[in-house]
């Protein structure tokens, strides 16, 4: 089946979900206001576009491809990142809902998230170095075998990552976040 390709479109308003879409390589486009919930998004790929306000929650994204890709306040529950395609994936997060998602295994150094709901995300066996979590709520977040060097938690809260089982050598995290890093002590910090 051949694939459709499509530039430089928006997409507003538009129920994916009710339409559905069409299987394509998508550059330079903008989806804003969509409903791409339960959307089979599979061997599609996404280049340069952006997602405003979307509704992608439990897309499927088998062997998806997301290259240079912005979402900007959309809604992605349960959205298996860790099922797309891992050449040249990269992305940026802002004000997302990415509750129950999950990164696992993937490399994304230098990833952007900011203002991110990020509660029971799944991050282990993730390279996460030089990326930024600016301001999000990363309420029980899995971090195991995760690589967080250099990454900057500093503003993020609500995190419970064990230094022994992740490697975050020159990460930083702000004097209150320390707390996150010490969970497994049951101990009290006043």
Do not use: W
């Not at 997409?11 to 206001?33: A, L, P, S, T």
């Not at 997602?51 to 290259?67: G, P, Q, Y």
């Not at 050449?87 to 952007?112: I, R």
């Not at 503003?155 to 490697?167: A, G, K």
């Amino acid at each position: 089946m051949d694939k459709t390709y499509i530039e430089g479109q928006t997409f507003n308003g538009v129920d994916f979900k009710k339409k559905g879409i069409e299987k394509g390589d998508f550059e330079n486009c903008v989806f804003r206001n969509c409903n791409l919930a339960d959307c089979d998004l599979s061997e599609m790929i996404f280049t340069d576009c952006h997602f405003e306000s979307c509704d992608l929650s439990m897309a499927r994204l088998k062997n998806t491809s997301f290259k240079g890709v912005g979402f900007k306040t959309c809604k992605q529950l349960g959205f298996r990142f860790d099922d797309c395609n891992k050449f040249l994936l990269s992305f940026e997060f802002e004000a997302c809902n990415l509750n129950l998602s999950s990164f696992y295994g993937l490399k994304l150094k230098g990833t952007f998230f900011k203002d991110c709901t990020l509660e029971e995300v799944e991050f282990s066996e993730a390279d996460f170095t030089q990326s930024k979590f600016t301001n999000c709520d990363l309420s029980r977040a899995i971090f195991q075998n995760t690589i967080l060097e250099g990454a900057d938690l500093r503003t993020s809260y609500n995190f419970s990552i064990d230094p022994e089982m992740n490697r975050i050598g020159k990460a930083k995290f702000s004097v209150s976040g320390i707390a996150g890093l010490l969970d497994k002590y049951n101990i009290k910090i006043e």
